[in-house]
T-cell receptor
Framework: GENVEQHPSTLSVQEGDSAVIKCTYS??????FPWYKQELGKRPQLIIDIRSNVGEKKDQRIAVTLNKTAKHFSLHITETQPEDSAVYFCAASSGQGAQKLVFGQGTRLTINP | ETGVTQSPTHLIKTRGQQVTLRCSSQSGHNTVSWYQQALGQGPQFIFQYYREEENGRGNFPPRFSGLQFPNYSSELNVNALELDDSALYLCASSLDSFQETQYFGPGTRLLVL
């Protein structure tokens, strides 16, 4: 079955700097890759997603890139702000049968003022 | 915020007991997926319900069961509770079983003593 590895597990950056979180997946049939942000005690919130027919997608300060050949995808946050501090999860879905999401282990991002 | 709601928010049970968790999906969504999120981990897929039928299951034992009702709300039942069942239980709704985008509820935090 699908396996998703996420790195780093913790990331600390200065406010205004960029943050990059990387994930790799094992199932070449995976074709949908969402990123979720989870603040302490709250629900995972979808912040951006990408499908396998697209190499890059951007939404304001957030961008996601996908390399299907290497089976990895990354989240880029520019001009980081204190409210970006949270745990970020990547996930992959195979698109076959039930649309189950397989999640990475999460990255705890801390923005230092 | 999504329109997905869950009840109760917190629950304390003892080993061997049974528990029922509830989820109300976003308006217009007919598919509900359930996930277990242990502390410090990413969510793990339990199963998915589509139009009142189980539509895929993760690596969880049969004592985890579910239901989906005609209004597409859903229940997760766990029998013979074990200490390791302590976790945040999340439901996520999607437009239909072929739509990958899933929107999460706030979760039910279950503690088994």
């Amino acid at each position: 079955g699908e396996n998703v590895e996420q790195h780093p597990s913790t990331l600390s950056v200065q406010e205004g700097d960029s943050a990059v979180i990387k994930c790799t997946y094992s199932d070449s049939a995976s074709n949908y890759f969402p990123w979720y942000k989870q603040e302490l005690g709250k629900r995972p919130q979808l912040i951006i997603d990408i499908r396998s027919n697209v190499g890059e997608k951007k939404d304001q300060r957030i961008a996601v890139t996908l390399n299907k050949t290497a089976k990895h995808f990354s989240l880029h946050i520019t001009e980081t702000q204190p409210e970006d501090s949270a745990v970020y999860f990547c996930a992959a879905s195979s698109g076959q049968g039930a649309q189950k999401l397989v999640f990475g282990q999460g990255t705890r991002l801390t923005i230092n003022p | 915020e999504t329109g997905v709601t869950q009840s109760p928010t917190h629950l304390i049970k003892t080993r061997g007991q049974q528990v029922t968790l509830r989820c109300s999906s976003q308006s217009g969504h007919n598919t509900v997926s359930w996930y277990q999120q242990a502390l410090g981990q990413g969510p793990q897929f339990i199963f998915q319900y589509y139009r009142e039928e189980e539509n895929g299951r993760g690596n969880f034992p049969p004592r985890f069961s579910g239901l989906q009702f005609p209004n597409y709300s859903s229940e997760l039942n766990v029998n013979a509770l074990e200490l390791d069942d302590s976790a945040l239980y999340l439901c996520a709704s999607s437009l239909d079983s072929f739509q990958e985008t899933q929107y999460f509820g706030p979760g039910t935090r279950l503690l088994v003593l």
